[in-house]
RNA sequence: GUGGGUGUAGCUCAGUUGGUAGAGCUCCUGGUUGUGGCCCAGGUGGCCGCGCGUUCAAGUCGCGUCACUCACCCCA
């Protein structure tokens, strides 16, 4: 029979691995929570029009990446390529807004993109979302960078960095858009490179963001986006820098810096980090005012971010092996049960340890206990059971003294 | 979707001009009758990714295919 594997771009997340997932997911939920988010489960599926109607019909996302199917009544649903617009979904659909419009709401799991998978980059790959809705005020897009900044520092990552930008409003953004085709189109096209001659056309806020040294040089003059801000969104980009700077976060502007997705407005940031590869950002958002009315909900605004888990795991050192109190090492058959009820004991009283299954030599038993680095490693066979007692091995120093069953916890507790 | 690299033991990798498959680590057993790590000895473990071709003979050469991986693109 042949071998059945899994399906390109998805894994099998073991131990180590998934641990720092765990470890990610839970400073994630401690840190969000001072600041009064809560969370929020959303399905991993959604109908097909959710996310076209959001990110985009004209997105790389929307047009090429999507796992999109008929269910069996023929309807068009979609594995989530990204959390917020499910959020919102749930937001409106739930009419949050009716008692209480400000909504800071936190979300992890696994999102679904067709790519062709690299590192930093997988079919199936797992982001923690934040979303704050229902306000506009400057002070929320501080708060959401300084809360995101917060768990980046809990988890003990360095050499992380934020870009910021303002991508301007419905009312200043087409603006720019024209004053950049003009500018685009004044360029002697031939000698940009293949993609931004297509960008050009389809994206071109994308030209300036081209990592070709001959497309660069080019686009060196071109207009900027803070120069074409109207005078609200200028204004409110100036209120979320002088918090930030006040909070003295770390932050450079970076007006080139671009969303791949359409519903971003005025604030936009990504944590950028120069040790994972081509696949960099590790964590990217920004302000979607209007997505909500979009979407079928009331006139208000929002902003969020998502991060990478697995970039962020690339980054993570390795999670040490989780030591046991005691490894309980079975010399004879006859004690096999007496030694699963003995753990199950010590187990309630919060003691970490596991029984061997089969009575090995002891030799073999000891090696477990070593490798599975217990504390201790205890012994029982036919000559403890006899006299009441067990064996208890100090790993570390190779001390043994034989105690009764009643004072084993206090023994363990002394290691 | 496009391009590069790599597929040999559970892991990391050798393998000569084509001539019957190797090491280190891991694991198991023993050296020590019921005592771990270090050391020593032995052992388990392979459709050499898969298929086709060339050849007396293919891990090795050719073609195809699949998988993994890195990069472009795109994005968290």
């Given amino acids: 029979m042949s071998k059945i594997q899994k399906i390109k771009g998805f894994s099998d997340l073991f131990s180590p691995e998934s641990d720092q997932f765990q470890f990610l997911e839970q400073t994630a939920r401690d840190v969000f929570s001072r600041y009064g988010c809560r969370e929020l489960r959303t399905p991993i599926i959604e109908k097909t029009n959710l996310f076209a109607r959001s990110i985009g019909e004209e997105t790389d996302v929307v047009q090429k990446e999507m796992y999109t199917f008929p269910d069996r009544k023929g309807r068009s ?16 659909e739930n009419k949050l807004y009716a008692r209480e419009p400000l909504q800071k709401l936190f979300t992890c799991g696994p999102m679904f993109r067709y790519e062709r998978p690299q590192k930093g980059r997988m079919r199936q790959f797992h982001q923690i979302n934040v979303e704050v809705l229902g306000t506009d005020a400057p002070q929320a897009d501080a708060e959401v960078l300084l809360m995101l900044w917060t768990f980046l520092q809990s988890t003990g990552l360095k050499g992380l960095a934020i870009e910021l930008n303002s991508l301007g409003c419905a009312e200043c953004r087409p603006v720019f858009h024209d004053a950049l085709r003009s500018f685009l189109d004044s360029l002697d096209t031939d000698r940009l490179c293949d993609d931004c001659k297509r960008r050009k056309d389809t994206n071109p806020l994308r030209v300036l963001d081209c990592k070709v040294p001959a497309c660069k040089e080019m686009t060196k003059d071109a207009p900027c986006i803070s120069d074409h801000l109207c005078p609200e969104c200028r204004e409110h980009f100036a209120a979320v820098r002088e918090v930030l700077d006040q909070a003295e976060l770390p932050y450079t502007l970076n007006p080139r810096l671009v969303r791949g997705l359409d519903y971003y407005q005025r604030t936009t940031f990504e944590i950028v980090s120069g040790d994972i590869g081509s696949q960099s950002a590790v964590a990217g958002g920004g302000r979607y005012d209007g997505l909500i009315e979009k979407l079928g909900g009331p006139k208000l605004p929002g902003i969020g971010f998502a991060c990478g888990m697995e970039r962020l795991a690339l980054l993570l050192p390795e999670q040490e092996e989780p030591h046991l109190d005691f490894y309980l090492a079975v010399l004879d058959d006859s004690a096999l049960n007496t030694s699963l009820i003995l753990a199950q004991h010590l187990r309630d009283k919060g003691f970490t ?63």
Avoid at 85 to 91: D, E, K, M, P, S
Avoid at 367 to 373: E, G, I, P
Avoid at 382 to 403: H, P
């Fill in 77 to 92: 649903l979609t594995l989530r390529p990204e959390a917020t617009a499910g959020v919102l979904r749930a937001y409106i």
């Fill in 353 to 415: 340890g596991e029984v061997g299954f089969e009575t090995k030599s002891v030799k073999a038993q000891l090696r477990q206990a070593n490798r599975k680095q217990a504390k201790t490693c205890l012994l029982l066979g036919t000559e403890e059971m006899d006299k009441g007692q067990i064996l208890v091995k100090d790993m570390a120093t190779g001390a043994q003294q034989s105690v009764s069953q009643d004072d084993l916890e206090q023994a363990l507790g002394l290691q």
